[in-house]
Nanobody
């Protein structure tokens, strides 16, 4: 059974920085591609960034520059560093892992809440 567990959310001031972690576990998956998504209050969940086991990272256009995704393959853990936090960064951040069979996002964490205050 695959499990993704996020951590690192909380209350932060605008302009500050935050680092989120997501640890993946379970058999049957290589966790080759993992990613981060953001769901603002009252809005749909949106993809922010993805990273392959080889370290190839991709970002949604609006995330480029302030968001950095990275991973530690030995720990099956990915990270999201967010700098220059804005009020609109508030929301729940989810990590995901793609199915090695379909390439689609198949596994999700429970999410971690980030609240940016002014």
């Amino acid at each position: 059974q695959v499990q993704l567990v996020e951590s690192g959310g909380g209350l932060v001031q605008a302009g500050g920085s935050l680092s989120l972690s997501c640890a993946a576990s379970g058999s049957g998956e290589s966790f080759n591609t993992m990613g981060w998504h953001h769901q603002a209050p009252g809005k749909q969940r949106e993809w922010i960034a993805g990273i392959t086991r080889g370290g190839l990272a991709n970002y949604e256009d609006s995330a480029k520059g302030r968001f950095t995704i990275s991973r530690d393959n030995a720990k099956n853990t990915i990270y999201l560093q967010v700098n220059g936090l804005k009020l609109e960064d508030t929301g729940v951040y989810y990590c995901s892992a793609a199915s090695s069979r379909t390439g689609l996002w198949a596994y999700w964490g429970q999410g971690t809440q980030v609240t940016v205050s002014s």
